[in-house]
């Protein structure tokens, strides 16, 4: 059973720019939630994509989009990047809404440094 | 809404002694309860979760909780500590809408004393 992967591990950009970090889901899995973990505190809900559309968003901007591929693997696209924007962002895969408990498989994370 | 909070952002405990770290839920309608474990520079690992039936659950590790709806309280414990449980530990609720996002703590980062 293949785990969830992320790409790149670590990332630095400058403010104003754009970034794109890419997700492979679980085998078995094909719903990909996506959170970003400030240093010093949980994982925030960014958005959860299911069946290639959006299931959900958490109270971040329209500058955080992202995509999902028919084979479920996932990206987060953060435009005009701002210095609060550095984070650990987390990917997480699941069942579909409804099947099982909803408990998520969380990748390594994509380290965000915007300077 | 749903929402959790975990008391003590900072626990030490001696190796071999008692690990106790605690959290509290709100949610409008039964909730699934999760612990998570984050070692330095790495994603989340599920430890436990609770949803239906026995309100005692055993997760990998060692580590069990015990979900109490009326003190709304999901704590999580482990007899005896290892050095190998020094990490960070977050409590999360799932979501009741069509998406079940996971709602977490702000973690309690657990150090043991050799």
């Known amino acids: 059973e293949t785990g969830v992967t992320q790409s790149p591990t670590h990332l630095i950009k400058t403010r104003g720019q754009q970034v794109t970090l890419r997700c492979s889901s679980q085998s078995g899995h094909n719903t990909v939630s996506w959170y970003q973990q400030a240093l010093g505190q949980g994982p925030q809900f960014i958005f959860q994509?299911?069946?290639?559309?959006?299931?959900g968003r958490g109270n971040f901007p329209p500058r955080f989009s992202g995509l999902q591929f028919p084979n479920y693997s996932s990206e987060l696209n953060v435009n005009a990047l701002e210095l609060d924007d550095s984070a650990l962002y987390l990917c997480?895969?699941?069942?579909?809404?409804?099947?099982?408990?909803?408990?998520?498989?969380f990748g390594p994370g994509t380290r965000l440094t915007v300077l | 809404a749903q929402s959790v909070t975990q008391l003590g952002s900072h626990v030490s405990v001696s190796e071999g002694a008692l690990v106790l770290l605690r959290c509290n839920y709100s949610s409008s309608v039964p909730p699934y309860l999760f612990w998570y474990v984050q070692y330095p520079n790495q994603g989340l690992q599920l430890l436990l979760k609770y949803t239906t039936g026995a309100t005692l659950v055993k997760g990998i590790n060692g580590f069990e909780a015990e979900f109490k709806k009326s003190e709304t309280s999901f704590h999580l414990t482990k007899p005896s500590a290892h050095m190998s449980d020094a990490a960070e530990y977050f409590c999360a609720v799932r979501g009741n809408s069509g998406n079940e996002k996971l709602t977490f703590g702000t973690g309690t980062r657990l150090t043991i004393i050799p």
């Open positions: 994509y299911y069946r290639e559309e959006e299931n």
């Open positions: 997480a895969s699941s069942l579909a809404p409804g099947q099982g408990a909803g408990e998520q498989f």
